[in-house]
């Protein structure tokens, strides 16, 4: 059974909007500045140890426009990486990507759960805050991987859902880096 991993940047306030400069919001790029080394080179293990990528419509779109062009062993994992992309739109899909086949018998949700039977390495969402949002409600979710920045960004997107339910994670990892983020690793606590 293959993994599914969430993993974000996120603001103090819980936003994940916009962290690499999308012009969906008006701190786009807020990651920017703290950027190290040790930080850029944790994310690319993290690519590097992922089967594939699940990801919502908008966050493929986002990806599919910017990763092609760049250079480098982080831009050649994604571009290479299989993805399966949740989306209800017909346009055909590139950039390795094939379209998540959510069947009559329970949609979405079971083809995340079928997916996550199949043969594989982990399943590494990214970005996709609705799907992120859907998964986390739905119990599918192994693991957050959330790299929590120092700066408020007074409101954005967010992944975790407002619907007074409890969900409890373990902490596995705590990672502090020099420019002041801080990445949290949490398992589901299973009971």
Do not use: C
């Amino acid at each position: 059974m293959r993994r599914l991993i969430v993993t974000e940047f996120m603001s103090l306030d819980g936003v994940v909007e916009a962290p690499g400069g999308e012009r969906t919001h008006p701190h786009g790029g807020w990651t920017f500045p703290f950027a190290t080394d040790a930080l850029q080179a944790a994310k690319l293990q993290e690519v590097r140890d992922a089967g594939s990528l699940l990801l919502g419509r908008r966050t493929y779109e986002q990806f599919a426009e910017a990763w092609p062009p760049r250079e480098g062993e982080f831009a050649d994992i994604m571009n290479g990486l299989p993805k399966t992309v949740v989306t209800s739109r017909d346009e055909p899909l590139e950039w390795n990507a094939t379209r998540l086949q959510a069947g009559a018998d329970g949609g979405v949700r079971a083809a995340v759960a079928a997916l996550k039977g199949t043969e594989g390495g982990d399943l590494l969402v990214a970005g996709s805050a609705s799907l992120v949002r859907a998964l986390v409600v739905w119990g599918l979710v192994d693991e957050l991987r959330l790299l929590v920045y120092p700066v408020l960004l007074g409101g954005g997107r967010r992944i975790f859902p407002d619907d007074r339910e409890k969900w409890t994670f373990e902490l596995a990892e705590l990672e502090r880096y020099d420019s002041g983020a801080v990445l949290h690793v949490y398992r589901l606590a299973r009971s």
